[in-house]
């Protein structure tokens, strides 16, 4: 069983800084792309940061110059350092890696269980 396990979440104030993890655990033969994405009640979900295995990072418009991504692949961990934090940043927050099992030669989809964040203004 592999999982995504989430750390970091919680409250801040405009202006404020927020660090989030995300390590996963069990069978890993490889971790391909990793992200995070976020979902506000009534919205759809969406990705505000990616980066691939060789480091290199993508970024949702409205969250570049205040959040940073970055990835430990020996410690198949992912954080996002978020600066300048707005309200309009609340939500939750999912780790999510494309992992390749032992045995498999397909890369899967996995979500971890999603942190709150939220910004009050």
């Known amino acids: 069983q592999v999982q995504l396990v989430e750390s970091g979440g919680g409250l801040v104030s405009a202006g404020g800084s927020l660090r989030l993890s995300c390590v996963a655990y069990g069978s890993i033969y490889s971790i391909r792309t990793m992200a995070w994405y976020r979902q506000s009640p009534g919205k759809e979900r969406e990705v505000v940061a990616s980066i691939t295995r060789d480091g290199s990072s993508s970024y949702k418009e409205s969250v570049k110059g205040r959040f940073t991504i970055s990835r430990d692949n020996a410690k198949k961990a992912v954080t996002l350092q978020m600066n300048d934090l707005k309200a309009e940043d609340t939500a939750v927050y999912y780790c999510?890696?494309?992992?390749?099992?032992?045995?498999?030669?397909?890369?899967?989809?996995?979500w971890g269980q999603g942190t709150q964040v939220t910004v009050s203004s």
């Open positions: 999510n890696a494309d992992i390749l099992k032992p045995a498999s030669d397909i890369f899967r989809p996995v």
